[in-house]
């Protein structure tokens, strides 16, 4: 008879390897959801990034970064629009210029802006940051306006409209808040924006596949190892060419470019506290309230929980030419990116299922990349 330590001992063993086979399991499940988005022609290219426990757990790229040439997606060196969750990137930005006490989060705008048209209400800048401003969103054409503003420039599309309440009391999500916020950060700073955020989040975090949108174009960020993306859009027959757009003025919003291994980089930084310090980011972590209710928003950052229940924080994004999953999920130690090269696929319940099925794998096998 085996001592009861050897029929533990084997029992502990058996776990492992059932463990890491539904594992195993769950990552070609995982593999083969995101194969099917692209065998049925739902997305011309995907590429996604997973983190767990600090290490690379799932990486991929699936389908095409350029249709007509056949260039595959890598995970690694493919450069996508990132659209909305270019606000997480700001919103650190943001956070490491309050912690130099060079923005106050509750300051009126108008403290560093003085020259945006009074409005009936005054607003702040962590209204702003939270959509609860009263800012409206975009209308019309210029959702994909193709013209070479600067932050200054640009508040020219809305900075007559009234707002669309009393600060406060709604909320109402759009870039344009974002814009404000780049603009407030300039002119309190006396640095570009865009030079803020390279010095003090993208160089410090070692995202050196992560860029801001250029005032003359794209492509010149073209390099013999990273490669941008072309940009689509879906049509009766598949996918055709996205409009030409200028995203430079949006930047804090929207105008950030980055691969899936990029933004699950800045992700983990957050798991590992390698950000400020609790008490300024708890701010931004927290969802606001509006008339005691939860927005699930904080500062620049979703804050909800999945159909699961389980909690979360990051982004969605969506703008022409690029789609966006960004989620950190604290309880499971998992960062997850997904990058699209396609406005709005409609994909978000299938991104949804793969997302799901990830979380639901076990930490025993922590690399998986074919």
């Given at each position: ?103 106050d989060l509750d300051a009126s705008f ?244 793969v997302i799901d099925v990830l979380l ?11």
């Amino acid at each position: 008879m085996k001592p009861i330590f050897a029929h533990l001992k084997d029992f502990f063993a058996f776990n492992r390897v059932v463990e890491a086979d539904k594992q195993l399991q769950g990552l070609a499940e995982a593999d083969r959801l995101l194969r099917q988005l692209i065998a049925t022609k739902k997305a011309p290219g995907i590429a996604i990034s997973v983190f767990k426990e600090g290490e690379v757990f799932f990486q991929q790229g699936y389908g095409y970064s350029d249709l007509d040439k056949n260039v595959l997606v890598n995970p690694q060196t493919t450069v996508f629009r990132i659209a909305s969750v270019s606000k997480p990137i700001a919103a650190t930005a943001l956070a490491h210029m309050v912690a130099d006490e060079i923005i106050d989060l509750d300051a009126s705008f108008y403290s560093y802006v003085p020259y945006f048209p009074k409005k009936k209400w005054d607003f702040t800048i962590r209204q702003l940051a939270s959509h609860t401003a009263g800012i409206r969103g975009y209308r019309g054409k210029e959702y994909g306006l193709n013209e070479p503003y600067s932050i200054k420039e640009s508040i020219a599309i809305f900075k007559n409209d009234e707002l669309l309440f009393q600060p406060g009391t709604g909320y109402h999500y759009n870039s344009y808040d974002w814009v404000l916020i780049s603009l407030a950060m300039q002119e309190a700073s006396g640095i570009p924006f865009e030079s803020y955020v390279k010095e003090k989040v993208l160089v410090p975090l070692a995202l050196e596949n992560t860029f801001a949108a250029t005032p003359n174009g794209l492509d010149v960020l073209d390099t013999d190892t990273l490669k941008i993306t072309k940009f689509y859009s879906k049509c009766a027959t598949g996918f055709r060419k996205a409009i030409a757009v200028n995203n430079y003025y949006k930047l804090a919003g929207g105008g950030y470019l980055s691969t899936s291994e990029d933004i699950v980089k800045l992700g983990q930084a957050y798991l590992d506290k390698r950000i400020l310090n609790d008490e300024i980011l708890e701010q931004f972590m927290s969802s606001e309230i509006v008339n005691t209710e939860l927005t699930y928003y904080g500062l620049g950052w979703q804050v909800s929980k999945d159909k699961k229940g389980r909690p979360f924080y990051g982004h969605i994004g969506n703008g022409v030419g690029g789609y966006s999953n960004f989620f950190v999920y604290p309880k499971q130690q998992m960062v997850i990116a997904i990058l699209v090269n396609a406005t709005n696929p409609n994909i978000q319940n299938e991104l949804d299922e793969v997302i799901d099925v990830l979380l639901r794998t076990t930490p025993e096998v922590m690399f998986y990349n074919k």
